[in-house]
């Protein structure tokens, strides 16, 4: 199985910083890269697909990069509704594994 | 308005069976794979099972098979999960989820139904 491990694990940051996440893949996944936002208590969201590609109505504030093991998600000037979990997932393989999260939370 | 609302969740015993639904409207839902996901209490998430538009492929993580089976029904546009053997640690809120494209993943997730397994 392909082991997505993301990081870090947690960051404590404020409103209008820039947040840089990572996510590395245990071996080339090529582009077939998602992330996932998830508030408490709600569904998970889909923001980026194919590594870099913006899901419609996801403000361009996030982006994605990245391809083969080493993934990034940035979230330009952060807002108080950003405040979350978000998961990256491979999908070029079964099973579909997923990162164990990063939670953002305001400092 | 695409969407997806499950239901079929509630409180089983172990060892017991239990059987997930989600109802799809807003897209023409024989023409998607769909998926279930699961998180259990305080976790993260957890890719459960996928089929096919034509239910010709269906793909099991190994901590389902051979218990837990996904099914649709193109013609009433839902999907299902039946759940056998279930065990505590199958707790867990169950999503469906809409692929996009086999090179795009999950875009469309429903709201979750809640499964508890305990005696």
């Known amino acids: 199985d392909i082991q997505m491990t993301q990081s870090p694990s947690s960051l404590s940051t404020s409103v209008g910083d820039r947040v840089t996440i990572t996510c590395r893949a245990s071996q080339g996944i090529s582009n077939y890269l998602a992330w996932f936002q998830q508030k408490p208590g709600k569904a998970p969201k889909s923001l980026i697909y194919?590594?870099?590609s913006l899901q419609s109505g996801v403000p361009s504030k996030f982006s994605g990069s990245g391809s083969g093991t080493d993934f990034t998600l940035t979230i330009s000037s952060l807002q108080p509704e950003d405040f979350a979990t978000y998961y990256c997932?491979?999908?070029?393989?079964?099973?579909?594994?997923f990162g164990q999260g990063t939670k953002v939370e305001i400092k | 308005e695409v969407q997806l609302v499950e239901s079929g969740g509630g409180l089983v015993k172990p060892g017991g069976s239990l059987r997930l639904s989600c109802a799809a409207s807003?897209?023409?839902?024989?023409?998607?794979?769909m998926n279930w996901v699961r998180q259990a209490p305080g976790k993260g998430l957890e890719w459960v099972s996928s089929i096919s538009s034509s239910s010709s492929y269906i793909y099991y993580a190994d901590s389902v098979k051979g218990r837990f089976t996904i099914s649709r029904d193109n013609a009433k546009n839902s999907l299902y999960l039946q759940m056998n053997s279930l065990r505590a640690e199958d707790t867990a809120v169950y999503y469906c989820?809409?692929?996009?494209?086999?090179?795009?993943?999950?875009?469309?997730w429903g709201q979750g139904t809640t499964v508890t397994v305990s005696s």
């Open positions: 194919a590594a870099s």
């Open positions: 997932q491979q999908y070029i393989g079964y099973p579909w594994t």
């Open positions: 807003g897209f023409s839902f024989r023409t998607y794979s």
């Open positions: 989820a809409r692929d996009q494209t086999p090179d795009y993943g999950m875009d469309v």
